[in-house]
T-cell receptor
Framework: GQSLEQPSEVTAVEGAIVQINCTYQTSGFYGLSWYQQHDGGAPTFLSYNALDGLEETGRFSSFLSRSDSYGYLLLQELQMKDSASYFC????????????FGKGTTLSVSS | DVKVTQSSRYLVKRTGEKVFLECVQDMDHENMFWYRQDPGLGLRLIYF???????EKGDIPEGYSVSREKKERFSLILESASTNQTSMYLC????????????FGSGTRLTVV
């Protein structure tokens, strides 16, 4: 089967840097995606890593190590509006064209 | 902007009723998906479709069926609603070759009483 593990909660202060880890178990792995969901809102796509290494998009970066079955989302210069849930999701041939999501990490940013 | 529209934001149904959740996307996406989201369980895949009239079971298809008669519309059907199907239902779509980046609808919060 497939499984993804990510911390359930992370807290940080404004201006800080936070890293949300994701480890996965699957066969036929294609890539790792990250989504953000604010309370009451729809999940929105943040980033995708198919190859090892770091992808940077503004204040957010995502990293993948295929050999370690591990990835992380790095959020820099945290702002209050970054308080949300963050989901990692794997794309693999086990689920065809569909993503399998982790249970999510709730990030709380305080002033 | 891609829009994925779910017909109802909130829905209350009785146990045993047949329930239809509708999802429409306006950007000609080939792939469409239904997930349910429950606290502490994340998003769980119910069914998905990669083309008209095609459907694939996800991780938790029991008690659900789907219909995709037109490319833009993907319906989730609860054959006989039960209280354990009370949940937030999320529809999503993506291009055929961009299956890592979904666009989600705003969700339908279904309560079965």
């Amino acid at each position: 089967g497939q499984s993804l593990e990510q911390p359930s909660e992370v807290t940080a202060v404004e201006g800080a840097i936070v890293q949300i880890n994701c480890t996965y178990q699957t066969s036929g792995f294609y890539g790792l995606s990250w989504y953000q969901q604010h309370d009451g809102g729809a999940p929105t796509f943040l980033s995708y890593n198919a190859l090892d290494g770091l992808e940077e998009t503004g204040r957010f970066s995502s990293f993948l190590s295929r050999s370690d079955s591990y990835g992380y989302l790095l959020l820099q210069e945290l702002q209050m509006k970054d308080s949300a849930s963050y989901f990692c999701a794997v794309r693999s041939n086990q689920a065809g064209t569909a993503l399998i999501f982790g249970k999510g990490t709730t990030l709380s940013v305080s002033s | 902007d891609v829009k994925v529209t779910q017909s109802s934001r909130y829905l209350v149904k009785r146990t045993g009723e047949k329930v239809f959740l509708e999802c429409v996307q306006d950007m000609d996406h080939e792939n469409m998906f239904w997930y349910r989201q429950d606290p502490g369980l994340g998003l769980r895949l119910i069914y998905f479709s990669y083309d008209v009239k095609m459907k694939e079971k996800g991780d938790i298809p029991e008690g659900y069926s789907v219909s995709r008669e037109k490319k833009e519309r993907f319906s989730l059907i609860l054959e006989s609603a039960s209280t354990n199907q009370t949940s937030m239902y999320l529809c999503a779509s993506s291009l055929r070759d961009r299956t890592y980046g979904y666009t989600f609808g705003s969700g339908t919060r279904l309560t079965v009483v």
